[in-house]
């Protein structure tokens, strides 16, 4: 059991879900206030995503990670920033023709997924480790090898700490192989995302057993989306590892009851201390992760 826990809070994710709640937040303002929300609630982490403020739909946009990360440190607290480098995955294609790109396709190289990191250099950034067919359909995640390689060499040239995100076991075989080819610096932040159709799905011998596959020294989350969403907070805390929760993951406190993201942190705090443990401090997250110091320009601070 890990007795200190790093909370994160994914606050809104790219998915179609801003017209499933309320609550979801779209706009730059409202992205960065329900992150300020959540760290005052007691994330030690937030996880950031921006959405077209058009479709509402997730989008690449700098200016828009600029806007939140500025009103984030404009603010009275402090947690460790998180921007996603998942975007610009999203392949596609026609089953009929699947040379043919369908509507929906967003798909760049991996330098050309990290402007925004490169520009804003938060703490933390993800790193998507492997390609997966992405749910129902035909869309498909793509993040190859020599993609992986090349994004590592650039987020570990920054000083970034990559979160690497682990959707199924082939995907955790390779973050081992990018930590053992020391594109990964110590030490190593997995993420492993349960219940994603069709990635890992949410069991807990399959939870253990991917701990177990861990390098040496490693630190992990492991979160598992809707309604499992807040019992495995427990989960992974029991298994060793941090948690995480939010709207981009689960749109309900309770069954028929919509949840904000400051809800849903309150909550998994309790069920941390619950079992015992605390929930770190962004600062004792900083020093449990190992995270780099950035300069206040570097963070944004005078965007």
């Given at each position: 059991m ?9 606050v809104?994710g790219?998915?179609d879900t801003?017209?499933?709640s ?67 995955g ?9 040379t ?35 749910g ?71 939870l ?7 390098p040496?020294?490693?630190?992990f989350t492991?979160f ?9 907070v ?18 309900y ?6 949840a ?5 942190t ?26 780099r ?11």
């Amino acid at each position: 059991m890990n007795r200190k826990v790093i909370l994160t809070c994914a606050v809104t994710g790219a998915g179609d879900t801003a017209g499933k709640s309320e609550h979801v937040p779209v706009t730059p303002e409202e992205i960065a206030a329900d992150a300020i929300a959540a760290a005052r609630a007691g994330a030690s982490v937030v996880h950031i995503h921006v959405r077209d403020l058009e479709t509402t739909l997730g989008s690449r946009e700098v200016a828009y990670y600029r806007e939140v990360v500025r009103l984030i440190r404009a603010s009275d607290v402090d947690p460790v920033i998180n921007l996603t480098a998942g975007m610009g995955g999203d392949l596609v294609i026609d089953p009929q023709d699947p040379t043919t790109q369908m509507p929906g396709t967003d798909l760049v190289n991996a330098l050309e997924r990290l402007p925004h990191v490169e520009e804003l250099l938060p703490e933390i950034c993800t790193l998507d480790c492997g390609s997966l067919n992405f749910g129902e359909g035909s869309n498909i995640y793509v993040s190859t090898p020599d993609m992986l390689r090349e994004g590592s060499k650039k987020i570990q040239t920054l000083g970034v700490r990559p979160e690497l995100e682990i959707f199924d076991t082939g995907n955790l075989w390779f973050a081992n192989v990018l930590v053992e080819e020391g594109l990964i610096d110590p030490p190593p932040l997995y993420q492993l995302c349960m219940g994603i159709p069709y990635g890992a799905p949410v069991d807990a011998g399959l939870l253990q057993a991917m701990v177990h596959l861990l390098p040496k020294g490693a630190e992990f989350t492991s979160f598992a989306i809707g309604r499992n969403q807040l019992p495995w907070v427990a989960q992974s805390v029991l298994a060793g590892g941090h948690a995480r929760v939010g709207l981009e993951d689960n749109l309900y406190i309770s069954k028929g009851v919509k949840a904000t993201n400051a809800g849903l942190t309150d909550r998994a705090v309790s069920i941390i201390e619950d079992l015992g443990a605390e929930v770190a401090t962004p600062d004792e997250a900083r020093e449990i992760l190992g995270l780099r110091v950035q300069t206040a320009t570097a963070m944004g601070a005078d965007l």
